[in-house]
């Protein structure tokens, strides 16, 4: 999901959220981006060559539970009166924090590609840049894109909260 936003900088994101991958993981992350088109509300199929989406700031959950609390995104996993599990993660403004699963995936690869063959990768901002887009996914496979997973894994997100 794409969405464009207001200027406020959030500090963190939590999600309330189960997870069963049956030895899969999960993918909750949210982007915040940069991106120099204006046209057709930056939309990355609309991208042209001379485009830059710049990333400002990532939290990025990848777990085989939904009770992990290495990643070094996750501030804290607590169980809320619903039974859900409420992940809080803080946005980390510039670099990616070392060992953020933003590293494992093809967010920076320049092999990423849109519809028309241009480059849709993200390049490394300061962290200073504007906010004009907000990238989130949430996905019961982390390999999901590629159609890869476990049958039967099943991530269910009862609510997302922005924290500024």
């Not at 060559?49 to 959950?61: P, R, T």
């Not at 590293?103 to 320049?110: E, L, N, P």
């Not at 907000?134 to 269910?156: E, F, H, W």
């Amino acid at each position: 999901m794409i969405l464009a936003c207001p200027t406020g900088r959030p500090e963190y994101i939590e999600v309330d959220f189960t997870y069963n991958g049956g030895g899969d993981s999960c993918d909750i992350y949210i982007v915040l981006e940069n991106r120099s088109l204006v046209d057709n509300n930056g939309m990355n199929q609309y991208r042209s060559s001379s485009d830059v989406n710049k990333l400002v700031a990532s939290a990025w959950y990848r777990s085989t539970t939904d009770s992990d609390e290495s990643l070094p995104d996750v501030v804290s996993i607590t169980t809320n009166e619903s039974g859900f599990k409420t992940l809080r993660m803080k946005l980390q403004y510039g670099v990616p924090l070392e060992g953020s699963p933003i590293y494992d995936t093809v967010i920076f690869s320049d092999q990423l590609l849109n519809s028309k063959g241009i480059d849709n990768h993200v390049v490394q901002g300061t962290g200073e840049e504007d906010v004009t887009h907000i990238r989130m996914a949430m996905a019961s496979s982390a390999k999901g894109d590629v159609y890869k997973g476990t049958v039967g894994a099943t991530l269910i997100v009862d609510a997302l909260r922005l924290i500024y």
